[in-house]
């Protein structure tokens, strides 16, 4: 079975500093990988996607992931905090033929101004 | 467009009661998921509808449990009797064309279950 460790349920950052979530996961076959925020009071939303193509994934508001496959990460990264980026983030993984998404317990983000 | 609809937002209850949540979910989107939110199990799948039949409903806790979708634009989730432990937020996502690994699963904003 596929599963997903998130490191860390709670990081601070400063406004403008680098925001870096680590996801580490465990999957017998090639896996989908997800990154999804959930904002306060609300439903998750994608972030971002990895689907077998290009290793680097460029997702909204300004985050991308890397998926290395030799340290079964997918880190999510994004250069400069803003305060809208509060929130809670998820990292899930899904196998290839598979619509079953099994979700890492959430990383908790606050910024600091 | 809307996206999904969930109502209600808030539940509370009383232990015993019977409680019906409702999602809505984008139209033409075919593929129709309950989760569970709790703080000491995550986010859990608890039944997946792909053309308004269910197709995987293992992660459904116990007979208490129920879901249907009679069309393609509505699902309900019933808890019949509710426990205090059933209290979490409830997440209806659905997704297009055929549910499958890289299709989106778009979320609703949940509905707050409080059973006392």
């Known amino acids: 079975a596929q599963s997903v460790t998130q490191l860390g349920s709670h990081v601070s950052v400063s406004e403008g500093a680098l925001v870096l979530l680590r996801c580490n996961y465990s999957?017998?076959?090639?896996?989908?990988l997800f990154w999804y925020v959930q904002y306060p009071n609300q439903g998750l939303q994608l972030l971002l996607k990895?689907?077998?193509?290009?290793?680097l994934v460029k997702g909204i508001n300004g985050f991308e992931a890397e998926f290395k496959k030799s340290e079964t990460s997918f880190h999510l990264t994004k250069p400069s905090a803003h305060m809208s980026d509060a929130a809670e983030y998820f990292c899930?993984?899904?196998?290839?033929?598979?619509?079953?998404?099994?979700f890492g317990a959430g990383t908790t983000v606050t910024v600091r101004a | 467009d809307a996206g999904v609809i969930q109502s209600p937002r808030h539940e509370v209850t009383e232990m015993g009661q019977e409680v019906t949540l409702r999602c809505k979910p984008i139209?033409?989107?075919?593929?129709l998921f309950w989760y569970r939110q709790t703080m000491m199990r995550g986010l859990e799948l608890l039944i997946y509808?792909?053309?308004?039949?269910?197709?995987?409903d293992s992660g459904m806790p116990e007979d208490r449990f129920s879901a249907k979708m009679p069309n393609a634009s509505f699902s309900t989730l019933k808890i019949q009797p509710s426990e205090p432990r059933d209290s979490a937020v409830y997440f209806c996502?659905?997704?297009?064309?055929?549910?499958?690994?890289?299709?989106?699963?778009?979320f609703g904003p949940g509905t707050r279950l409080t059973v006392l």
């Open positions: 899930a993984v899904s196998r290839t033929n598979d619509y079953k998404l099994s």
């Open positions: 999957s017998s076959v090639p896996p989908y």
């Open positions: 509808f792909n053309n308004n039949v269910p197709i995987d």
């Open positions: 139209s033409g989107h075919n593929s």
């Open positions: 990895y689907t077998s193509a290009a290793t």
């Open positions: 996502a659905s997704s297009q064309p055929a549910g499958g690994p890289t299709d989106t699963q778009y």
